[in-house]
């Protein structure tokens, strides 16, 4: 079982950055891959990155590839999303979610943390 909290949501200029934050409660967090998904009012929840279990191996969703970097730190039991050049587009609730798969798929994902919204003004 893994537990999932996100932080590091704001209020954010469009061009500004931000760095969103997910701390894992369990002990197998090293084990699985993890990814950041993104849902804004009225639309699906959307892939926007993952990486595999070492960080070695990431995925971008075209959208924000150049702008935003996953990373994590199997130590602290967290993984990171920076998020640079930002965009009102960018406006949404983020969530990060852990699986055994690198995927683009929410439904290839276990375990899901509660939501950090994310607010860019133009």
């Known amino acids: 079982q893994v537990q999932l909290v996100e932080s590091g949501g704001g209020l954010v200029q469009a061009g500004g950055s931000l760095r969103l934050s997910c701390v894992a409660s369990?002990?197998?967090?090293?084990?699985?891959?993890t990814g950041w998904f993104r849902q804004a009012p009225g639309k699906e929840r959307e892939f926007v990155a993952a990486n595999n279990w070492n960080g070695r191996i990431t995925s971008y969703a075209n959208s924000v590839k150049g702008r935003f970097t996953i990373s994590r730190v199997n130590a602290k039991n967290t993984v990171y999303l920076q998020m640079n050049n930002l965009k009102p587009e960018d406006t949404a609730v983020y969530y990060c979610?852990?699986?055994?798969?690198?995927?683009?798929?929410?439904?290839?994902?276990?375990?899901w943390g509660q939501g950090t919204q994310v607010t860019v003004s133009s």
């Open positions: 369990g002990r197998t967090f090293s084990t699985y891959a």
């Open positions: 979610a852990a699986g055994k798969l690198t995927a683009v798929s929410a439904a290839d994902y276990d375990y």
